[in-house]
């Protein structure tokens, strides 16, 4: 938004940013056009006439006063860089696919085991086993 400010000699143009919409053009001009038909200007105290105009891009508003006429620009405008906007946010990492669980190999067949009729094993598997005291 452009808009006259000041009076007399110290009348000069501001410019502001209204919002900062996501969507496509024409959802930008709608928000817009609603904005510039509630805007209340500081200038003119004592307004006479208003006026909105639509252009390519945007409105002109122009509201005569007494003794002058002011006017507010209202423009669709594309931000392409801004030095002091915030940090994109943080993403956060895609949690990691958990490793397959790899099953373990088969027991090596071991050579039979002689067993006396009950089923009790002749040679106790513990027996010449180093490690076992």
């Known amino acids: 938004m452009e808009t006259t400010v000041g009076a007399a000699e110290r009348k ?8 900062h919409l996501e969507g496509t053009r024409e959802d930008a001009l709608v928000e817009l056009e609603r904005r ?10 004592s307004p006479k006439r208003r006026r909105l105009f639509r252009e390519g891009g945007g409105f002109l508003l ?33 949690p990691a696919a ?8 088969p027991p090596s067949p071991s050579p039979p085991v002689e067993r006396y009729a009950d089923g009790v094993p002749v040679r106790p598997s513990w027996l010449g086993r180093t490690d076992v005291q």
Do not use: K, M, Q, Y
Request: aromatic share 6%; glycine share 2%.
């Open 12 to 19: 000069h143009t501001e410019a502001h940013v209204l919002a």
């Open 98 to 105: 958990p490793e397959p669980e790899v099953a373990p190999p």
């Open 36 to 45: 510039a038909r509630n805007h209340t200007p500081e200038h003119p105290w």
């Open 62 to 94: 122009v509201i005569d006063g007494a003794w002058h006429s002011f006017s507010t620009r209202f423009t669709v405008a594309e931000l392409l860089d801004d030095s002091a906007a915030p940090p994109p946010p943080a993403v956060e990492p895609e």
